[in-house]
């Protein structure tokens, strides 16, 4: 009652046209820049959790004292349809790759040896320490470099193993040593938290994910709660447009993104989505400035057009290669900066994203 309450005090009309965006990314997605004058219309719209893990209640205004990529995004729209409300979800979290969102598969083991098979992952029988392949059940590259579950005192949530056709059979776990390196496998020190019907029969399909926000949850929450509040029901509950800035995280994984995480990515997303959701997709990080890096860009980039290759009438790719370096921030030009260059990439998606 809360939501719709606080939802139709900000004049939200049932009278008007309704659009209902999802906004999905990290860092570029999730920040806040402060201190840039502008005037949201008054028909757009932002949910107020989703960001950082947070749970939300309502829709509310867009605020004249902040600023994002996607509520720029959002309001370019709105300013352009007056006769149209827009509503806007943005999940994301900083330093979060999407397979905190769809997990990786392995097979489980529950057997006490020197480490698991190929794509198996084991708890030791005391329960210190886990051990997994760097490659999952099907063979694709899951911890390239220094990558790990988490680093001790770095963590936002516990590490999880779930049940992959049952999660609610699971084992919760903080990360408590670094990674470290036995022959063929990796293994980390760990402290259990919870358990629930664990463990499941050796060879079990199981999903692992490592220790940042459970972004599979906040989107299913949030995105729920989200058209609870528009009092959307049955068909009704489908975006009209989803935005997904690629997480940068997964750069070096472009082969994993396209072969596994995209498509569970949208058949997480699947029950909001219909044949008119309109997909729209960024090339991250066009300004990198190590020439070494651009030739893995480079190849994460091949991976994102022929992603939206696949169907060109549902999915659209916008290049941001044309703006000034002086719009990214960072020793690296990761970011984007806050403020005017906030509202100008915002406002370059949602006109770039547009079929004609």
Same mark, same amino acid.
């Given at each position: *009652?809360?939501?719709?309450?606080?939802?139709?005090?900000?004049?939200?009309?049932?009278?008007?046209?309704?659009?209902?965006?999802? $906004?999905?990314?990290?860092?570029?997605?999730?920040?806040?820049?402060?201190?840039?004058?502008?005037?949201?219309?008054?028909?757009? =719209?932002?949910?107020?959790?989703?960001?950082?893990?947070?749970?939300?209640?309502?829709?509310?205004?867009?605020?004249?004292?902040?600023?994002?990529?996607?509520?720029?995004?959002?309001?370019?729209?709105?300013?352009?349809?007056?006769?149209?409300?827009?509503?806007?979800?943005?999940?994301?979290?900083?330093?979060?790759?999407?397979?905190?969102?769809? !997990?990786?598969?392995?097979?489980?083991?529950?057997?006490?040896?020197?480490?698991?098979e190929a794509g198996g992952v084991?708890?030791?029988?005391?329960?210190?320490?886990?051990?997994?392949?760097?490659?999952?059940? @099907?063979?694709?590259?899951?911890?390239?470099?220094?990558?790990?579950? !988490? *680093?001790?005192?770095?963590?936002?949530?516990? $590490?999880?193993?779930?049940?992959?056709?049952?999660?609610?059979?699971?084992?919760?776990?903080?990360?408590?040593?670094?990674?470290?390196?036995?022959?063929?496998?990796?293994?980390?020190?760990?402290?259990?938290?919870?358990?629930t019907a664990w463990p499941p029969?050796?060879?079990?399909?199981?999903?692992?994910?490592?220790?940042?926000?459970?972004?599979?949850?906040?989107?299913? !929450?949030?995105? @729920?709660?989200?058209?609870? $509040?528009? !009092?959307?029901?049955?068909?009704?509950?489908?975006?009209?447009?989803?935005?997904?800035?690629?997480? @940068?995280?997964?750069?070096?994984?472009?082969?994993?993104?396209?072969?596994?995480?995209?498509?569970?990515?949208?058949?997480?997303?699947?029950?909001?989505?219909?044949?008119?959701?309109?997909?729209?997709?960024?090339?991250?990080?066009?300004? =990198?400035?190590?020439?070494?890096?651009?030739?893995?860009?480079?190849?994460?980039?091949?991976?994102?057009?022929?992603?939206?290759?696949?169907?060109?009438?549902?999915?659209?790719?916008?290049?941001?290669?044309?703006t000034p370096v002086e719009y990214?921030?960072?020793?690296?030009?990761?970011?984007?900066?806050?403020? *005017?260059?906030?509202?100008?990439?915002?406002?370059? *998606?949602?006109?770039?994203?547009?079929?004609?």
């Amino acid at each position: *009652m809360r939501a719709q309450a606080d939802l139709n005090d900000e004049g939200i009309s049932a009278e008007r046209g309704k659009k209902i965006i999802l $906004a999905y990314s990290q860092s570029n997605f999730a920040k806040i820049g402060n201190n840039f004058p502008w005037c949201p219309p008054s028909n757009a =719209h932002l949910w107020d959790g989703g960001v950082r893990g947070l749970d939300g209640t309502a829709f509310r205004a867009l605020s004249a004292d902040s600023i994002s990529v996607p509520a720029a995004a959002v309001a370019s729209l709105a300013e352009k349809n007056p006769e149209i409300d827009y509503h806007l979800v943005i999940c994301a979290t900083g330093g979060t790759g999407v397979r905190a969102a769809v !997990g990786m598969d392995y097979l489980w083991n529950g057997c006490a040896a020197e480490g698991p098979e190929a794509g198996g992952v084991q708890i030791s029988d005391a329960a210190d320490k886990i051990f997994y392949s760097p490659r999952d059940k @099907e063979g694709w590259l899951r911890f390239r470099g220094a990558t790990s579950l !988490g *680093m001790p005192l770095k963590r936002i949530r516990p $590490a999880r193993l779930e049940v992959a056709d049952d999660p609610s059979r699971t084992i919760v776990f903080e990360v408590t040593g670094p990674r470290e390196q036995s022959g063929a496998w990796f293994s980390q020190e760990i402290s259990v938290v919870s358990s629930t019907a664990w463990p499941p029969p050796d060879g079990t399909v199981v999903r692992l994910y490592p220790a940042q926000d459970w972004l599979r949850r906040v989107i299913r !929450g949030n995105v @729920e709660t989200a058209f609870d $509040a528009l !009092g959307r029901v049955g068909e009704q509950r489908v975006f009209d447009e989803i935005w997904i800035w690629p997480t @940068e995280s997964d750069v070096s994984y472009h082969d994993s993104y396209e072969g596994r995480d995209h498509p569970e990515l949208l058949r997480l997303l699947s029950p909001w989505t219909g044949e008119h959701t309109q997909f729209t997709y960024t090339l991250p990080w066009p300004h =990198h400035p190590v020439a070494q890096v651009h030739k893995t860009l480079a190849k994460w980039w091949e991976a994102l057009r022929r992603i939206v290759a696949e169907k060109p009438a549902q999915r659209a790719l916008v290049s941001f290669d044309d703006t000034p370096v002086e719009y990214w921030c960072d020793s690296n030009n990761v970011h984007v900066a806050s403020g *005017m260059p906030q509202w100008r990439l915002g406002s370059l *998606m949602a006109e770039r994203s547009r079929k004609t």
